[in-house]
């Protein structure tokens, strides 16, 4: 039985190949790569590139596709998320022209901001807060999460270089709100976030 991304026997087909690499222009070797065509729900099966950062996804119907990459335990976030990188470029398969080559600029590698939510006044841990980091040049550049269930501890790649505002919410809680100056690629810093009861009405 095909997936349900694979393309119907008989159709034609396209395939998208190319290469991701770093800022400088190197090769990225084991960083996974997939495809997305805008609107439609299924996924092609995502690509791994190999030593000399090459990778080719096979088998694709024909149409309009969008290529990210990423790489975390290397500090290259997920290309898909704006709050990373840039939106990429559209690329389309045609009937006369069904095999696409392109090259996926990975953003500086990112820092590692690491930390905890806690109860200001008890220093218990505050599970699921909602943690919001923006980008402060570009608020429509953010990434929302929540504190993690047990020990309400977090862990995020943040853009290198980039101021990013903070704010958190929890359930009977008053807002918190800060901000991270830039962080250097590859660096990894730690915030422990006490949250103030809500006042009460």
């Keep these: 039985m095909l997936g349900a991304s694979e393309p119907q026997a008989g159709r034609p087909e396209g395939v998208i190949r190319g290469e991701v690499i770093d800022p400088s222009g190197s090769p990225v070797p084991g960083a996974r790569v997939y495809c997305e065509r805008p609107g439609i729900v299924t996924k092609p099966i995502p690509a791994t590139t190999d030593q000399n950062g090459r990778f080719k996804i096979p088998r694709l119907k024909l149409g309009t596709y969008m290529v990210f990459a ?19 470029s559209k690329i389309t398969l045609y009937v006369l022209q069904p095999v696409a080559d392109v090259t996926v600029r990975m953003p500086p590698q990112a820092g590692v901001l690491t930390g905890s939510v806690k109860d200001a006044t008890s220093a218990e841990p505050i599970v699921g807060a909602q943690i919001r980091l923006t980008r402060s040049e570009d608020s429509e550049r953010f990434v929302q999460f929540a504190s993690q269930l047990g020990d309400g501890t977090f862990k995020r790649l943040v853009p290198a270089d980039k101021r990013i505002d903070i704010s958190v919410s929890a359930e009977g809680y008053q807002p918190w709100k800060s901000h991270l100056d830039p962080v250097k690629s590859g660096t990894e810093i730690n915030l422990d976030i006490s949250m103030q009861p809500a006042l009460p009405h």
């Design 70 to 88: 990423s790489k975390e335990d290397a500090g290259y976030a997920d290309t898909l998320g704006s709050f990373y990188a840039d939106p990429p």
